[in-house]
């Protein structure tokens, strides 16, 4: 089973840019597909983006399309969430995720099998 940790949150003001990292260990990160999910406080986990095992396919929620991008590097083992343009809507608490779909992509939470514990972005105005 893969395990995962997430890097790069923090605070930054309204229209500023962060790059989340997510590394993985313990399993070949291609056989995986990826997701980037956030949960604002009081509120259920979204999706927010996803990217298949060799980053040939790549998806966004429609709130962040335009000003979020998924990548990978497979050699290094990580996934990565640019994030530009923020706004205080995007407070939340990131999470990327794993499934064992690396062919396609999934929104759906209940698709991945590991996660890690997440990281804090803080948008103020």
């Known amino acids: 089973q893969v395990q995962l940790v997430e890097s790069g949150g923090g605070p930054v003001q309204t229209g500023g840019s962060l790059r989340l990292s997510c590394v993985a260990s313990g399993d070949t990160f291609s056989n995986y597909g990826m997701g980037w999910f956030r949960q604002a406080p009081g509120k259920e986990r979204d999706f927010v983006a996803a990217?298949?095992?060799?980053?040939?396919?790549?998806s966004t929620s429609p709130s962040v399309k335009g000003r979020f991008a998924v990548t990978r590097d497979n050699a290094k083992n990580t996934m990565y969430l640019q994030m530009n343009n923020l706004s205080p809507e995007d407070t939340a608490v990131y999470f990327c995720a794993a499934t064992d779909m690396r062919w396609g992509l999934s929104a759906r939470e209940s698709d991945y099998g590991a996660w890690g514990q997440g990281t804090q972005v803080t948008v103020s105005s």
């Open positions: 990217i298949s095992g060799y980053g040939d396919l790549k």
